[in-house]
């Protein structure tokens, strides 16, 4: 496997379990900010905010993209995200170069047209 640290970063984003994922994440997807948004079950999120302990049911929304899409793509969530400080924790990721290839690929400029199968 031949592996490029600089291609690749998981972008994790959290939202309410009653919010419209799909939706988020069809968007930043559509605009080219993401190759791929993973959509996991709804869990328990306990944390603290403004002062006070708060338990609420959440979703876990694991974001795929090329590094250069992350201004872009922190800019246009907080634009989209229902929360006043919507998370956005980034991971390096390693991963094969025929998957990196396809992030960068995926993750295009909004006004890119789509490549031809």
């Known amino acids: 496997m031949t592996i490029d640290l600089a291609d690749v970063a ?6 309410s379990a009653d919010a419209d994922a799909v939706a988020l994440a069809r968007t930043l997807v559509d605009e080219g900010l993401a190759a ?3 959509i ?3 869990m328990q999120s306990v944390y603290r905010w403004q002062g006070a302990v708060q338990v609420e049911r959440e979703q876990q929304l694991m974001i795929k ?3 250069a899409k992350l201004p872009a793509l922190e800019t246009r969530l907080h634009q989209l995200h229902p929360y006043e400080l919507p998370e956005f924790v980034v991971l390096g990721a390693e991963a094969s170069l025929a998957y990196t290839e396809w992030v960068a690929s995926s993750a295009r400029d909004a006004t890119a047209e789509p490549a031809d199968d």
């Not at 998981?10 to 939202?15: A, E, G, K, N």
Request: glycine letters at 0%.
């Open 65 to 67: 993209t090329a590094p």
């Open 10 to 15: 998981v972008v994790l984003t959290s939202i």
């Open 40 to 42: 996991l079950a709804p």
């Open 36 to 38: 791929c948004v993973n």
